[in-house]
């Protein structure tokens, strides 16, 4: 009589918890489907229950659950191999397996699961069947993903400069020592440009700050336009913009920024209506000599862009 009732409030226990549960015995053939996992996948109970059906209700294709996997004993790289490296041991049942998944079918825009599944075995150690709980975990999923897509934001905005969408200078110092310890590993070139606008403070005293903000926009568009897909350009300072060209020798870095000089030379500025102003850049040009330190880098390709100054503007020099 106690066994019946223990039998009674073990289904009963089975069919009321709050997690999506269904056991199938060691044929694969479905003997409990509870509530909330009618709820859950919107298949009855009176449908599964007798039946080797289970997967329908996740899967438009027959597919094995992970209770089938269980049951069949198959060897960790076998469930690897439905769950692609998905599932892992539970911590907290003997022979169980979890996994979480995206299942596209269920629901209106698809669900995410995270499901266990534990062999049941006699006191003989002979497999009786598998239980396997689902649990949705959509809700968690989207705040995760909503936090690594701010993330992301938040790391873009901290090294990007707002004016030009160029990266910033902070950007520009992690970069170029990372590009330095490169070169330094695989014994290639390095290059490094600096331009700066000439006579920018007379642009801005004529136009307005505004109209300047619009010369840094537009030369940050040349830069952007003119360079090779290995090459980052970096907003340095207020009218300076640097560009790092890895694998790159000063010759070719002289070619690239002598293309830069011109293209910005020859776009065509309107401060005013039907206005045609031409603004001009001073380029320094240098290429990493192994074993100094970023700032002589920097501090050379500074001078060599001075040189470009006093040298009348306008031009690019290069510093070996
Ligand atoms: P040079 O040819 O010798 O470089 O002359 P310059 O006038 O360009 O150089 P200077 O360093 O005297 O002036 C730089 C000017 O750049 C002064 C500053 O007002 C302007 N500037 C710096 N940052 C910004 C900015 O974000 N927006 C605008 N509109 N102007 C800026
Ligand atoms: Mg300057
Ligand atoms: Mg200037």
Same mark, same amino acid.
Request: charged share 30%; hydrophobic share 35%; with cysteine.
């Given at each position: 009589m106690k066994k019946k009732l223990d039998g009674e409030l073990l289904s009963q226990v089975l069919q009321k918890i709050s997690v999506p549960t269904f056991v199938i015995d060691r044929e694969h053939i479905v003997i409990h489907w509870n509530r909330a996992l009618e709820t859950l996948t919107g298949y009855q109970a009176v449908e599964m229950?007798? &039946?080797?059906?289970?997967w329908k209700a996740f899967y438009p294709l027959q597919k094995p659950l992970l209770a089938d996997l269980v049951i069949d004993n198959v060897r960790e790289h076998a469930i690897a191999g439905y769950y692609d490296g998905k599932y892992r041991k539970s911590f !907290?049942?003997?022979g169980a397996y979890e996994v979480e998944d995206y299942f596209p079918g269920l629901g209106e825009e698809g669900r995410w699961l995270f499901f266990t599944a534990t062999p049941i075995s006699d006191a003989n150690g002979v497999m009786l069947g598998a239980v396997q709980t689902l649990q949705d975990i959509t809700e968690r999923k989207k705040v995760e993903n909503e936090l690594r897509e701010s993330e992301k934001r938040y790391r873009e905005l901290s090294i990007?400069?707002? !004016? &030009?969408?160029l990266y910033n200078s902070r950007h520009f110092f992690r970069q170029l020592r990372q590009e330095i310890e490169r070169a330094k590993r695989y014994e290639e070139p390095l290059s490094l440009i600096l331009l700066d606008i000439d006579n920018f403070k007379g642009y801005n005293d004529t136009y307005g700050h505004l109209e300047g903000d619009r010369v840094l926009a537009v030369l940050s568009e040349v830069i952007k336009t003119n360079l090779r897909s290995a090459d980052s350009a970096y907003r340095y300072g207020g009218e300076e913009f640097t560009v790092i060209l890895p694998e790159t020798e000063c010759e070719n870095a002289g070619l690239v920024a002598e293309r830069l000089r011109k293209s910005f030379e020859d776009t065509v500025l309107s401060p005013l209506p039907r206005s045609k102003v031409h603004m001009t850049v001073s380029v320094g040009v240098t290429q990493y000599v192994t074993g100094e330190e970023d700032s002589v880098l920097i501090k050379r390709a500074d001078a060599a862009m001075y040189t470009a100054k006093t040298s009348g503007k306008n031009r690019v020099c290069q510093v070996r």
């Amino acid at each position: 009589m106690k066994k019946k009732l223990d039998g009674e409030l073990l289904s009963q226990v089975l069919q009321k918890i709050s997690v999506p549960t269904f056991v199938i015995d060691r044929e694969h053939i479905v003997i409990h489907w509870n509530r909330a996992l009618e709820t859950l996948t919107g298949y009855q109970a009176v449908e599964m229950v007798g &039946t080797g059906d289970h997967w329908k209700a996740f899967y438009p294709l027959q597919k094995p659950l992970l209770a089938d996997l269980v049951i069949d004993n198959v060897r960790e790289h076998a469930i690897a191999g439905y769950y692609d490296g998905k599932y892992r041991k539970s911590f !907290l049942a003997e022979g169980a397996y979890e996994v979480e998944d995206y299942f596209p079918g269920l629901g209106e825009e698809g669900r995410w699961l995270f499901f266990t599944a534990t062999p049941i075995s006699d006191a003989n150690g002979v497999m009786l069947g598998a239980v396997q709980t689902l649990q949705d975990i959509t809700e968690r999923k989207k705040v995760e993903n909503e936090l690594r897509e701010s993330e992301k934001r938040y790391r873009e905005l901290s090294i990007t400069d707002s !004016l &030009t969408k160029l990266y910033n200078s902070r950007h520009f110092f992690r970069q170029l020592r990372q590009e330095i310890e490169r070169a330094k590993r695989y014994e290639e070139p390095l290059s490094l440009i600096l331009l700066d606008i000439d006579n920018f403070k007379g642009y801005n005293d004529t136009y307005g700050h505004l109209e300047g903000d619009r010369v840094l926009a537009v030369l940050s568009e040349v830069i952007k336009t003119n360079l090779r897909s290995a090459d980052s350009a970096y907003r340095y300072g207020g009218e300076e913009f640097t560009v790092i060209l890895p694998e790159t020798e000063c010759e070719n870095a002289g070619l690239v920024a002598e293309r830069l000089r011109k293209s910005f030379e020859d776009t065509v500025l309107s401060p005013l209506p039907r206005s045609k102003v031409h603004m001009t850049v001073s380029v320094g040009v240098t290429q990493y000599v192994t074993g100094e330190e970023d700032s002589v880098l920097i501090k050379r390709a500074d001078a060599a862009m001075y040189t470009a100054k006093t040298s009348g503007k306008n031009r690019v020099c290069q510093v070996r």
